[in-house]
């Protein structure tokens, strides 16, 4: 059976790299971001270079259910994933009360809680049985205060202290 892997923030940076690795590996891959057009073009390219399988998914993470949005579009689809990989993230730089407070809540949203419902949601359908493998994406930021991004890298310290919690 081939693997299935959903990765948030597929489109740049880390998250298209794990997607590509995944799919070199002739994993198909569930490729996430808000663009659909980037989405559409990356798949082409995935399926192009391996034969994989890639489903292209856009829709914002951090907006109220979006992650929930999306674990009910892949279930929708008949498909159980052997791996997850919550890559989706965002920062901001600037002394705390100079930041607008929305920008950080809305960090907050895609950084912690879309990565925890997701987690919950595929962690349990793992957990029932199929089994599979949880990648959350932190950083090194994770382990020191950030004065000028307080809100990035308490998020990460979340997901860090998080995912050590939940993987034992
Ligand atoms: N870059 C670094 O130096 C670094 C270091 C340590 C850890 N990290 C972590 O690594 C992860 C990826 O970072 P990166 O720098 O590679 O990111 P990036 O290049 O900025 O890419 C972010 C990806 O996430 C998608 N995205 C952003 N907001 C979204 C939302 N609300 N809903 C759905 N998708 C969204 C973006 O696509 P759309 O814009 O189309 O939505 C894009 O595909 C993050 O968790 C970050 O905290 C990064």
Known sequence: ???????????????????????????????????????????TEFEAEHGVTATAIALDLGAEGGA????????????????????????????????????????????????????HRFGRDMADGQGGKILNVSSTAAHMPGPLKSTYVATKAFVSSFSQAIAE
Do not use: W
């Open 68 to 119: 929930q949005a999306l674990y009910d579009r892949v279930r929708a689809a008949n498909v159980a994933p052997d791996m997850v990989i919550n890559n989706a993230g965002s920062g901001g730089h600037g002394a705390f009360v100079d930041r607008d407070l929305e920008a950080d809540l809305a960090m907050i949203d895609l950084n912690v809680k879309a990565l925890v419902t997701l987690c």
């Open 1 to 43: 059976m081939s693997s299935t892997a959903p990765v948030t923030g597929a489109f740049s940076g880390i998250g298209r790299a794990f997607a590509k690795y995944h799919e070199a590996r002739k994993g198909n891959v569930i490729i996430t971001a808000r663009r659909l057009d980037a989405l559409d073009t990356l798949k």
